[in-house]
C-alpha cells in the first residue's frame, strides 16, 4: 500500500449526489429528463466500475431497446457540466466515467485492466507537485497508478 493511501471506502463528500438530487439539479439547470436519461443516472449511483459510455449504453440498451448512444453520451455531459461525474482518460481509445468527484488516485491493473480508487487516509490531502505552478490556474488533477492489483497477485502465487 502506497504510504498515505488507502481503498475506496467510508462516506465521500464528492461521491454522486442522491438520484432526487441530482434529477432536481439537472431539472434547475434546464434540461429534459426522459426515462433513457434517468436510465442512465440511476446506473451511475453507486457505480464504482469507472464505466465507458458503450459500456453504459450495452447494459441499459437490454432494458430500454429505444435508447441510443448519442443519449447516453449527451447525459454524462450534462451530469459532468454540473459536477456529478468526472470524465477520465484511464485508457487510450475511450473516456471512463466516474461518479465520485472527490480527489482521489486512480490504481489501473496491469493484468486484469481493473480500476481501484485510492484515496488519501482522512486528514491527508492529494500534494501538489513541487514545481514553479504560480501564475497557473490549476483546474483539475489526475494521477493514476499502475501496477498489479492484489486478486491478480493472488492468482499469480496460486499458479494460475
Known amino acids: 500500500m502506497l504510504k498515505g493511501l488507502t481503498p475506496s471506502g467510508g462516506d465521500r463528500s464528492g461521491k454522486m449526489h442522491s438520484f432526487e438530487t441530482t434529477i432536481g439539479r439537472l431539472r434547475s439547470e434546464g434540461f429534459k429528463l426522459t426515462p433513457q436519461r434517468l436510465s442512465v443516472i440511476r446506473y451511475l449511483i453507486g457505480n464504482k466500475t469507472h464505466p465507458t459510455a458503450a459500456a453504459i ?17 449527451n ?25 465520485d468527484t472527490v480527489a482521489h488516485y486512480h490504481f489501473i491493473c496491469r493484468r486484469c485492466s ?35 492489483c492484489s486478486s491478480c ?8
Open 114 to 148: 481493473g480500476i481501484i480508487d485510492i484515496f488519501p487516509r482522512d486528514g491527508e490531502n492529494m500534494t501538489m507537485p513541487e514545481g514553479d505552478i504560480s501564475g497557473h490556474r490549476i483546474e483539475s488533477a489526475h494521477i493514476v497508478l499502475k501496477g498489479t
Open 57 to 73: 449504453y450495452t447494459d441499459l440498451k437490454k432494458k430500454y431497446p429505444s435508447l441510443s448512444f448519442s443519449t447516453v453520451y
Open 75 to 99: 447525459t454524462l455531459n450534462m451530469l459532468e457540466k454540473i459536477g456529478e461525474v468526472q470524465s477520465l482518460h484511464l485508457f487510450d481509445e475511450f473516456l471512463n466515467y466516474d461518479p
Open 153 to 160: 497477485l493472488q492468482g499469480a502465487a496460486v499458479g494460475e
